[in-house]
């Protein structure tokens, strides 16, 4: 099943234009009530649909003409990004991201950006100055974060697609929570250009869609070498749409850690996953059990590392050259302190504290450097069994979509809820999040499959054949609406 | 961490909270470093043969200084005066 092939089928055969494509989802945007979207470019997305429709219309660029939303991190020239921070209110950017322009190269139209928590800093898209968003299953529960906009705004049925970016599993935990797809990519695969830092290590962008083949499409559109990005990656193999379906999990070695099929998880997360497992199984993998023993310590690494990294990326923001400024200052001192104390939100200033103090005189070789040894530790752990399985396959959450509040003042905890994702960004390995169930209040689980380094192709394969054997029942499928 | 503590990392980030949100702060902030304690439970150093396979081979371009004439710097700019960013005073 793929949306974006049913798009492209309905253009080709005249049914409706690009224009009225985009009007359409202009208007569902505009009618929205998940608190998603943050602004919809609508001038521009016009604009763009307008010149697609006027265009040589024998291309066989199939993301021609398709509705994409974008997270509220990535700069598109002319239009504004905030990361979600008061910090950045008003701010339109000069340039265009390499994963935004890379898309727009091959037709896609941004129709707007998503909602976010403040600077990727969260995991339930409550700490953004534009509010909370409904998660579309239940209102009541947060769409999880830190792409809870990219991930509400596909799971509603806005857009087909959107982009999220991923430092700690900011777009596997909300496709989880969301019911639907997210890739984070390899490190490296996607150029970082354009894309605001939190944590310039394990920072990621990555796809967001119902289906495994459209996730297929939208990473293969941005993905690819660019020099703006030192730690971009030349790769010839950037084609993963064309051998989607060739793949096959017969023989497929899966290891499962043990930890997260523990008391760490939620037992309807255990069941979905058990019967996803057997699904696994029955189509011809191999399943095994493994301690990966340093989960928790992953979470401590990650904790000190990514604030570590932020204090510093978070530095720029003082001020003098753009952004907000203290009307209250009477020195440049005192107008940077007020600038960021009235800017920033309480967990990008927890964050910044944290990262400064690990990275401070006296502490360093306690936290800093000790993180990065564990950090190395678990990157080679991860060699390791990725030499004995193909995939390793868990929770991507230890549990379901929780009550808006509910970690409320309670920072840790929060943390805690990224267990699963973030061993995953330290080594910088790829993985994907497709939905494989629901629980008994009828909340989205889902299944998580790590691969080897640069092994999309093969992940995505698996992913794809798991995906028509669980057959899951997205909650508000995007159509073309013709009386929109 | 004390709220000594918080006052000095307060200064090297140059930022500013309230004294409300310091003892808020001060208790989530040493509930996540006690956390951080798990990672005494790992001794081992990662084996120096082993190579991450990724950016193995970094990719450089020529560092050409390039001049940002973009209109929007100066929308941006919170003051902008004579081509240049203007601020408050330094001493």
């Given at each position: 099943m793929s949306i974006l092939r049913q798009i492209e089928k309905d253009l080709n055969s005249g049914q409706y234009t690009v224009a009225e494509l985009t009007q359409a989802v202009l208007k569902k945007i505009a009618a929205d009530d998940t608190n998603s979207f943050i602004e919809s470019f609508d001038s521009s997305a016009l604009n763009t649909a307008a010149e697609i429709d006027a265009s040589d219309q024998t291309s066989s660029l199939i993301a021609k003409g398709m509705p994409v939303g974008i997270k509220d991190n990535m700069c598109f020239e002319n239009h504004g990004v905030t990361c979600a921070s008061a910090i950045l209110d008003g701010y339109k950017s000069p340039y265009t991201s390499t994963a935004v322009q890379n898309m727009l190269d091959r037709g896609f139209v941004p129709v707007g950006r998503l909602n976010m928590d403040e600077f990727a800093?969260?995991?339930?898209?409550?700490?953004?100055i534009y509010g909370l968003v409904d998660?579309?299953?239940?209102?009541?529960?947060v769409p999880g974060g830190s792409s809870g906009g990219s991930a509400a705004a596909v799971a509603s049925g806005l857009v087909p697609v959107s982009l999220g970016s991923d430092t700690g599993g900011s777009i596997r935990q909300p496709a989880s929570f969301c019911g639907v797809v997210g890739l984070k990519p390899t490190y490296g695969r996607v150029s970082r250009y354009g894309l605001i830092a939190f944590a310039s290590s394990l920072d990621q962008i990555g796809p967001f869609a119902q289906y495994v083949e459209d996730v297929a499409i939208l990473f293969e559109s941005i993905c690819g070498f660019d020099s703006n990005d030192s730690t971009s990656e030349l790769r010839t193999d950037q084609s993963f749409v064309d051998q989607l379906k060739s793949g096959t999990l017969t023989g497929k070695r899966i290891g499962v850690p043990n930890e997260l099929m523990s008391e760490k998880v939620a037992t309807s997360v255990q069941d979905a996953i058990r019967k996803t497992l057997k699904t696994l199984e029955s189509a011809g993998a191999i399943i095994d059990y493994f301690d990966f023993k340093y989960f928790d310590e992953a979470l401590a690494t990650y904790y000190i590392l990514a604030p570590a990294e932020a204090s510093s990326n978070l530095s720029r923001f003082d001020g003098v050259r753009y952004g907000h400024r203290s009307a209250k200052g009477q020195t440049l001192r005192d107008m940077i302190e007020l600038s960021r104390q009235e800017g920033f939100g309480d967990e990008v200033k927890r964050r910044i504290i944290l990262g400064t103090y690990v990275l401070s005189s006296g502490y360093y070789d306690a936290y800093y450097g000790k993180a990065q040894q564990v950090r190395g530790v678990v990157t080679q752990r991860y060699s390791d069994l990725l030499n004995q399985y193909d995939f390793i396959c868990s929770?991507?959450?230890?549990?379901t979509a929780f009550k808006k509040g509910a970690h409320e003042g309670d920072p840790l905890t929060m943390y805690l809820s990224d267990l699963a994702t973030i061993p995953v960004n330290l080594a910088g390995l790829p993985a994907i999040s497709i939905p494989c169930g629901l629980d008994s209040n009828g909340l989205p689980i889902g299944f998580q499959m790590t691969g080897g380094w640069f092994q999309e192709q093969s992940l995505l394969q698996a992913a794809y054949e798991l995906e028509q054997r669980l057959a899951f029942k997205p909650k508000n499928q995007f159509r073309m609406d013709p009386l929109l | 961490m004390s709220n000594i503590d918080v006052d000095s990392i307060l200064d090297l980030s140059c930022l500013a909270i309230t004294d409300e949100r310091k003892k808020e702060f001060s208790g989530q902030l040493q509930k996540i470093l006690d956390y951080m304690s798990v990672l005494n439970n790992v001794d081992q150093l990662p084996d120096p043969q082993f190579e991450w396979p990724i950016s193995k081979d970094v990719v450089t371009r020529e560092d050409v200084p390039k001049l940002f004439e973009h209109p929007l710097v100066e929308q941006n700019a919170p003051d902008f005066k004579s081509g240049g960013f203007s601020v408050p005073r330094i001493i």
């Open positions: 800093m969260g995991s339930s898209n409550e700490y953004s998660n579309p299953w239940d209102a009541s529960c929770p991507t959450a230890p549990t | -």
